[in-house]
């Protein structure tokens, strides 16, 4: 009897278990009542000091789960029931200070008020995005001995505090992928989920797949799902070892739309499973006769925003544009002293030129195909920035048609090829980035829906939101903002890293993922700093200039060695 009642009682609980969304995304519990911690997360260890149990709920603070149970334990009973922290985490430095408030006497020798100060890195925002953030973080918590004899923390702060070291152990960045109708590519949207239980990671990112693309992201790609569109089931794995992704809410989509959900979701997944994919919506394939998918299966939709490997790269040396394959000078006044080239740009299909000539106490902007005569275009300043180009827009038969500059340091400008070959000036809405200050270096991403620019010596990204009759920068964000310093130049070295040049001597080169959370120095072996450019591409080393000539490293922690053909006051660039 007391085996078949414990059997029993094994079956009701895998019964009332069954339909619990295992692999969902954590979020915190909300209602009016937040439950008190669950008996299988164990109280703090008994007599440890208010100090102790401050510092130990922040660290508790980072473990994701439903509830915030592992922090929830260092408050009192009231607090348990009561506390609603905030959606979202605040990332703070690993070194942060807990002393004791002794600025006001205590009449209570059972309440200690603690004071926490950091520094504040970023923030995790409620779309799993990271946000970085420069600032001083200082909170004051009250801690009062309870009955027990223990110290509990009384009030607990709506925001949710954790290091960087502990974010980085309990959360996994992910790419999500999103298409952007103006290069026909799609465009990564670095998100971050809890990182355990492992098993559950495909239906967390499936979440943030169906959540649409982040806020720093909006505008600038199109969410083919919308809102209408769920998984019907829990994304899980099969005996047989695919994975199951069941939608609903597809409805009267097109045939191309299914096929570019198919690789938004496809793509998405590749970071966290091997497996196979089977893709249904309402109960069939999404895609007609082709129900089951790989990431190798997929169309090269990013195939044209990168540089093919034929097309080495040029320099500008002394006036002139050279190749970076033999040194010897491209066609054309730009490669024959013609014009005196102070930058330049080639287009990703490498098929045109754009260049910055000095002429007549003024710098202007000149367009055309490579190795002939460039249009001098109406646009012309003090300074104008090394130029950038948009990828080859879908729809435009292939051709390059768009260069952006920026004149003077603080008007972003751009050029367009007209039906009747000139080209014209078009606007640009950069109000929120040069209200950031001086701008230096500006890059285009290569799938075109993000910029790169050098703004106060600081690095900055912002996204491109593209309309019938518009063109504007949203979301500025300064990364790396308290370390990276005396910005010089940057590229991007892929849709979701950049490369960065200083002047410093001790970080003169880095590469930055496009969100900021963290930043990972290059080697300064061989290097005379400063540097002063850099360049980068898919599958290209990576090309830095200094004081000596031109260097390559394709990795981090390799040594740079010099290129074939360097010299001296040479500046290198991509196409792109």
């Known amino acids: 009897m007391k085996r078949l009642?414990?059997?029993?009682?094994?079956?009701?609980?895998?019964?009332?278990?069954?339909?619990?969304?295992?692999?969902?995304?954590?979020?915190?519990?909300?209602?009016?009542?937040?439950?008190?911690?669950?008996?299988?997360v164990p109280e703090p260890q008994a007599g440890i000091d208010s100090l102790t149990v401050t510092r130990q709920f922040i660290r508790s603070s980072a473990i994701p789960g439903t509830?915030?149970?592992?922090?929830?334990?260092?408050?009192?009973?009231?607090?348990?029931?009561?506390?609603?922290?905030?959606p979202g985490r605040t990332i703070i430095d690993d070194t942060f200070g807990t002393v004791y408030d002794t600025s006001s006497p205590q009449g209570n020798p059972d309440e200690q008020l603690v004071n926490v100060r950091g520094f504040k890195l970023g923030t995790l925002s409620p779309d799993s995005a990271f946000i970085p953030l420069k600032a001083e973080y200082s909170q004051q918590f009250k801690v009062r001995k309870q009955q027990n004899g223990?110290?509990?923390?009384?009030?607990?702060?709506?925001?949710?505090?954790?290091?960087?070291?502990?974010?980085?152990?309990?959360?996994?960045?992910?790419?999500?992928?999103?298409?952007?109708?103006?290069?026909?590519?799609?465009?990564?949207?670095?998100?971050?989920?809890?990182?355990?239980?492992?098993?559950?990671?495909?239906?967390?990112?499936?979440?943030?797949?169906?959540?649409?693309?982040?806020?720093?992201?909006?505008?600038?790609?199109?969410?083919?799902?919308?809102?209408?569109?769920?998984?019907?089931?829990?994304?899980?794995?099969?005996d047989d070892g695919t994975l199951d992704v069941a939608l609903t809410g597809v409805g009267g989509a097109s045939s191309a739309d299914r096929s570019l959900i198919a690789a938004q979701i496809v793509l998405s997944l590749q970071t966290v499973t091997l497996s196979r994919i089977r893709l249904l919506a309402d109960?069939?394939?999404?895609?007609?006769?082709?129900?089951?998918?790989?990431?190798s299966e997929l169309p090269e939709y990013n195939a044209d925003i990168a540089p093919n490997s034929g097309l080495r790269g040029l320099m500008t040396v002394n006036g002139r544009v050279r190749s970076l394959g033999d040194g010897a000078p491209v066609g054309g006044p730009a490669g024959n002293g013609g014009y005196k080239v102070?930058?330049?740009?080639?287009?990703?299909?490498?098929?045109?030129?754009?260049?910055?000539?000095?002429?007549?106490?003024?710098?202007?902007?000149?367009?055309?195909?490579?190795?002939?005569?460039?249009?001098?275009?109406?646009?012309?300043?003090?300074?104008?920035?090394?130029?950038?180009?948009?990828?080859?827009?879908?729809?435009?038969?292939?051709?390059?048609?768009?260069?952006?500059?920026?004149?003077?340091?603080?008007?972003?400008?751009?050029?367009?090829?007209?039906?009747?070959?000139?080209?014209?000036?078009?606007?640009?809405?950069?109000?929120?980035?040069?209200?950031?200050?001086?701008?230096?270096?500006?890059?285009?991403?290569?799938?075109?829906?993000?910029?790169?620019?050098?703004?106060?010596?600081?690095?900055?990204?912002?996204?491109?939101?593209?309309?019938?009759?518009?063109?504007?920068?949203?979301?500025?964000?300064?990364?790396?903002?308290?370390?990276?310093?005396?910005?010089?130049?940057?590229?991007?070295?892929?849709?979701?890293?950049?490369i960065v040049a200083t002047s410093s001597s001790s970080l003169p080169v880095v590469k930055v993922p496009l969100d900021g959370q963290r930043m990972d120095p290059f080697s300064g072996s061989n290097l005379t700093p400063p540097v002063h450019g850099v360049t980068a591409a898919p599958s290209r080393p990576n090309l830095v200039a200094d004081a000596g000539g031109l260097w390559v490293a394709s990795e981090l922690g390799e040594v740079w060695r010099p290129q074939a053909h360097t010299v001296t006051d040479a500046d290198p660039f991509y196409p792109g």
């Open 67 to 86: 509830g915030n149970d592992n922090a929830r334990v260092y408050l009192d009973d009231e607090a348990r029931r009561t506390w609603k922290p905030s």
């Open 342 to 498: 102070v930058s330049a740009a080639q287009s990703v299909d490498g098929n045109r030129l754009a260049v910055v000539e000095e002429r007549d106490g003024r710098q202007w902007l000149r367009v055309g195909d490579l190795n002939r005569d460039l249009d001098s275009v109406d646009l012309f300043g003090g300074s104008l920035s090394r130029p950038t180009w948009r990828p080859i827009a879908r729809g435009s038969g292939g051709v390059s048609g768009e260069v952006w500059t920026v004149v003077d340091h603080n008007t972003v400008a751009r050029v367009t090829l007209a039906a009747d070959g000139r080209w014209v000036k078009a606007g640009v809405d950069a109000t929120m980035l040069t209200g950031l200050g001086q701008i230096t270096e500006l890059r285009l991403s290569r799938d075109g829906s993000r910029l790169a620019a050098v703004v106060n010596g600081q690095l900055v990204i912002a996204s491109i939101v593209r309309t019938a009759d518009s063109v504007a920068l949203r979301a500025p964000r300064s990364l790396q903002e308290r370390q990276l310093k005396d910005v010089v130049d940057v590229d991007w070295a892929t849709q979701d890293h950049l």
């Open 150 to 238: 223990q110290w509990r923390i009384v009030d607990p702060p709506q925001e949710l505090v954790i290091t960087d070291e502990d974010f980085s152990v309990n959360y996994f960045r992910v790419p999500i992928s999103f298409y952007s109708p103006d290069s026909g590519a799609f465009v990564p949207d670095l998100r971050y989920v809890a990182a355990k239980p492992q098993s559950g990671l495909p239906g967390r990112v499936m979440d943030l797949v169906l959540q649409g693309p982040s806020e720093g992201l909006k505008g600038a790609v199109k969410d083919l799902l919308g809102d209408q569109v769920t998984t019907e089931t829990n994304v899980r794995s099969t």
């Open 283 to 295: 109960g069939t394939a999404l895609v007609p006769d082709h129900e089951y998918w790989r990431a």
């Open 5 to 40: 009642l414990t059997l029993l009682a094994v079956f009701l609980l895998v019964a009332g278990c069954a339909n619990i969304p295992l692999e969902s995304q954590p979020v915190v519990v909300s209602g009016d009542k937040p439950p008190q911690a669950p008996v299988d």
